[in-house]
């Protein structure tokens, strides 16, 4: 039973770029958050999807956007990025929108320079 | 403004010593989780506690929910090297489990041979 998986593993972008990540859930669960985790730092909520909808969303600016797909995946899409963008992008599945323990994949490293 | 935080920031030890690592906050969570983190990859859960005042054990670790629901603690006794780690405390507010959790910052242990 694969867990969550993320792609890419790494990625570099030029400032002002856009970038797409990309997020399979673990089989059998429907909802998917997403966090940004800065070097030396707990991760912070982006936003979490869930019946193709986001229904929660942190402190993040209009740049960073998403997508839930019929098959539950999910992608992470950021604009005009900025060099604070850089950090590791996790991405968390849940069976349920409001209980069930969350899984994390292993993270895409984006590096802005 | 730091919802949760965790003491000590960092942490090394001998292998065999034994360390408690905390997490304070003075809100109120309806659950809270333990993770574990090691570098490029993403947090791994090892542990959820719910009511107040619960301890709950695995193998050599120890958590502990504070009786009021605003703390919690990781015991480790006769640390390993293996236990080098970020660990990480995440808490979810609200009536229920919203999907949205709160991250302290870390603490990063590092148990030498």
């Known amino acids: 039973d694969a867990g969550v998986t993320q792609s890419p593993t790494h990625l570099i972008k030029t400032r002002g770029q856009q970038v797409t990540l990309r997020c399979s859930p673990k089989?059998?669960?429907?909802?998917v958050s997403w966090y940004q985790q800065a070097l030396g730092q707990g991760p912070q909520f982006i936003f979490q999807?869930?019946?193709?909808?986001?229904?929660q969303r942190g402190n993040f600016p209009d740049r960073f956007s998403g997508h839930q797909f019929p098959n539950y995946s999910s992608e992470l899409n950021v604009n005009a990025l900025l060099l604070g963008d850089s950090a590791l992008y996790l991405c968390a599945s849940r069976k349920g929108r409001y209980w069930g323990e969350a899984f994390f994949g292993q993270g895409t490293r984006l590096t802005v320079v | 403004t730091q919802l949760l935080e965790q003491s000590p920031q960092f942490l090394s030890i001998q292998e065999g010593e034994n360390l408690t690592v905390y997490c304070n906050s003075s809100?109120?969570?309806?659950?809270l989780q333990w993770y574990r983190q090691e570098p490029g990859e993403g947090p791994v859960l090892l542990v959820t506690?719910?009511?107040?005042?619960e301890v709950k054990k695995l193998k050599r670790l120890t958590f502990q929910f504070g009786d009021a629901r605003k703390d919690s603690s990781l015991h480790i006794t006769a640390a390993q090297t293996g236990d080098t780690g970020l660990y990480l405390c995440?808490?979810?507010?609200?009536?229920?489990?919203?999907?949205?959790?709160?991250f302290g910052q870390g603490t990063t242990l590092q148990v030498k041979p």
């Open positions: 809100s109120v969570f309806s659950s």
């Open positions: 995440a808490g979810a507010r609200g009536s229920g489990n919203t999907g949205k959790l709160i």
């Open positions: 999807y869930y019946e193709e909808e986001e229904r």
């Open positions: 089989s059998g669960h429907d909802t």
């Open positions: 506690v719910v009511t107040g005042g």
